[in-house]
């Protein structure tokens, strides 16, 4: 399995403003995701980072609002941009490849955001 | 239509009891199945995984997958306080995890 780490744990944050979510991996994995999780509904993929290119998006997704960074094979960012109250939701990290299996994803212990 | 659909409960059962939890899809391509667990403020780790039609047990759970009906469940044997958490079924059209479509969860209570 892995440990994965995301920062902040939870955070309040005024509308307009922005947020960068960290995940970190204690090994080097092939492939990371974001995910969104919203009260009673399923785990959306927003993107996967690339690592040394830029992220995948999701139908629905955009790169301005959700910008990610992958610099390296343990490393991840997510920025949620001009933050509304829509976006007031659980954000996770999830990771599988490399020293892991492929057939799973190992899931950070997520951020919850809240936007005001 | 969701290509997958779960209840979201929420059920809570006594301790002791035999819980089902089961979900529906639409999507015939979908092979490889997976049930997720996610305690609370945690991130969900995967409980079961089966490929194909067919039953797969470990310990007090069991996965069956009836590809024909389109319908997946996981049995929970002398439920425990302990499994109290949401349930998460997942499933993928091929081996990779890399795209992997979820339910929305089906929160789980078990009294002691």
């Known amino acids: 399995s892995a440990v994965i780490s995301q920062k902040p744990s939870r955070d309040i944050c005024q509308r307009g403003t922005s947020l960068t979510i960290q995940c970190q991996v204690d090994s080097q994995v092939t492939m990371m995701f974001w995910y969104r999780q919203q009260p009673g509904q399923s785990l959306t993929l927003i993107a996967t980072a690339n690592q040394g290119s830029e992220a995948t998006y999701e139908s629905g997704f955009v790169i301005d609002k959700f910008p990610i960074s992958r610099p390296n094979l343990t490393f991840s960012t997510l920025t949620v941009s001009n933050m509304s109250p829509e976006d007031s939701s659980i954000y996770l990290c999830?990771?599988?490849?490399?020293?892991?299996?492929?057939?799973?994803?190992?899931f950070g212990p997520g951020t919850r955001l809240t936007v005001l | 239509q969701k290509e997958v659909e779960q209840d979201p409960g929420p059920l809570s059962v006594p301790e002791g009891a035999i819980v089902s939890l089961n979900c529906t899809y639409s999507?015939?391509?979908?092979?490889?199945f997976m049930w997720y667990r996610q305690y609370s403020r945690k991130g969900p780790e995967l409980l079961m995984y089966t490929y194909s039609s067919g039953n797969k047990e470990d310990g007090r759970f069991t996965a069956q997958v009836d590809k024909s009906s389109k319908y997946i469940s996981l049995f929970i044997r002398d439920s425990q306080p302990s499994d109290s958490a949401t349930y998460l079924c997942?499933?993928?059209?091929?081996?990779?995890?890399?795209?992997?479509?979820f339910g929305s969860g089906t929160r789980l209570s078990i009294r002691p």
């Open positions: 997942a499933m993928s059209a091929d081996s990779s995890a890399s795209k992997i479509i």
């Open positions: 999507n015939s391509a979908f092979q490889y």
């Open positions: 999830s990771v599988t490849g490399g020293s892991l299996s492929y057939n799973e994803q190992f």
